[in-house]
């Protein structure tokens, strides 16, 4: 147990991280591990409640992949996943719809208001809030030339369109998106949910993107649990990419961290999703627990 001393420190050099994101939008990537396990569920929202009362505004984009690929095997219908994304037809969409709109983003709004806050479910096609088109998947052949493959209903964000997001946070509510946009015809697609995070902490001019992963964050020897770099800049990437260093799952999940600098995010941030309260603890230490990466 720390002592009353060191407690007294912990919540001191939280002061300066208080006062320097009062107002600040942050949006948070919940998925992976954070999102199975009930202990680390609640302690997610719990720290997105307490940001919120310390002055915060916190944005929450999540993911759903298991759940969804749990209830088509219920329903008997067979997941196909090409490059990495869901061959999604006009079944399938629906069923990931119900999943992560009508039950996952109603199971976060929930815990989220148990704990004391107030948060509002919203999927990107309410108030046009991310308007994709279908995304075009190119495949590589064995002799290297480039297929375009019809993966269904999978969409890629053209526009976003925050202003719901906007009038919730003036309101004092925590907003929780689904990973779902609106394309023709008023269709549903489903988006990547990084992506979505990313494409949405621009429109929204945020100070943080925070994404939770099932990784410690990019570690310089992927053995070495210690090997942690807890800064990188932007253009270190290419370089770390080229070493393997960031590589697999980890490289869009980096894209999209330059991406939202690019457009104009302050920082971003890949942090453990598997540590209890990692999202308090990289937000209001000096340290940080994950890998923060900045302009
Ligand atoms: N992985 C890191 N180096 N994190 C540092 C975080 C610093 C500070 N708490 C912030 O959120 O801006």
Not at 106 to 112: F, N, Q
């Amino acid at each position: 147990m720390p002592s009353p001393m060191e407690k007294a420190g912990i919540l001191v050099e939280a002061l300066p991280y208080i006062k320097k994101f009062y107002g600040k939008t942050v949006v948070i990537k919940y998925g992976g591990h954070a999102m199975v396990n009930e202990e680390l569920k609640k302690a997610v929202l719990t720290d997105a409640v307490l940001m919120k009362y310390v002055g915060m505004q916190p944005v929450i984009v999540h993911g759903g992949g298991p759940e969804i690929t749990g209830m088509l095997k219920r329903l008997g219908i067979e997941s196909n996943f090409i490059g990495g994304l869901r061959v999604t037809d006009a079944e399938t969409m629906e069923i990931a719809q119900m999943v992560l709109v009508g039950k996952i983003n109603k199971d976060i709004v929930g815990l989220i208001n148990d704990i004391g806050g107030t948060a509002v479910g919203l999927s990107g096609k309410d108030a046009n809030l991310l308007v994709a088109d279908k995304k075009l998947h190119l495949m590589r052949n064995p002799d290297g030339s480039e297929e375009a493959v019809d993966i269904g209903l999978v969409g890629e964000i053209r526009e976003v369109n925050p202003g719901i997001v906007d009038t919730l946070l003036k309101e004092g509510y925590i907003p929780v998106v689904a990973p779902v946009a609106v394309g023709e015809g008023g269709n549903s697609y489903n988006v990547n949910a990084d992506v979505a995070a990313g494409a949405l902490a621009v429109a929204l001019n945020a100070d943080k993107l925070i994404i939770l992963t099932d990784v410690e964050g990019i570690l310089a020897d992927r053995k070495d649990k210690n090997s942690l770099l807890s800064t990188v800049t932007m253009q270190d990437v290419p370089r770390l990419i080229e070493q393997g260093i960031i590589d697999g799952g980890m490289i869009p999940k980096v894209e999209c961290c330059t991406c939202a600098l690019q457009g104009g995010v302050g920082t971003t941030h890949i942090i453990d999703g598997r540590v209890p309260h990692s999202l308090l603890l990289e937000i209001f230490t000096d340290q940080g627990v994950g890998t923060m990466v900045t302009n």
